[in-house]
């Protein structure tokens, strides 16, 4: 059974950085695009950055020139490093892999919170 823990998030003033970590049971890493999600109070969980096993990243709109994605498939481990965070970067932060495929979304992590006051 994979598992997916998700760390580092916390509470933090508009303007401030947190990076983020997700670590993985098992090498499952290697060969996956991994991805980042987020899940703002009352909204969908939305997919925020992915970086493919290459190390081709890709970032939703919102986010890009601030965030950024990386990965280590030795340490199957993959990070988000948040700058210039924002209020509304505010929600619960999940690893996973991106496919097209529900079968292949291992089950979700606990995510971890990140709170950007204004």
């Known amino acids: 059974q994979v598992q997916l823990v998700e760390s580092g998030g916390g509470l933090v003033q508009a303007g401030g950085s947190l990076r983020v970590s997700c670590a993985a049971s098992?090498?499952?890493?290697?060969?996956?695009?991994m991805g980042w999600y987020r899940q703002a109070p009352g909204k969908q969980r939305e997919l925020v950055s992915s970086?493919?096993?290459?190390?081709?990243?890709s970032y939703v709109d919102s986010v890009k020139g601030r965030f950024t994605i990386s990965r280590d498939n030795a340490k199957n481990t993959v990070y988000l490093q948040m700058n210039s965070l924002k209020p509304e970067d505010t929600g619960v932060y999940y690893c996973?892999?991106?496919?097209?495929?529900?079968?292949?979304?291992?089950?979700w992590g606990q995510g971890t919170q990140v709170t950007v006051s204004s």
């Open positions: 996973n892999t991106v496919s097209r495929f529900a079968r292949d979304y291992w089950a």
């Open positions: 098992g090498n499952i890493f290697s060969g996956n695009t």
């Open positions: 970086i493919t096993d290459g190390g081709s990243t």
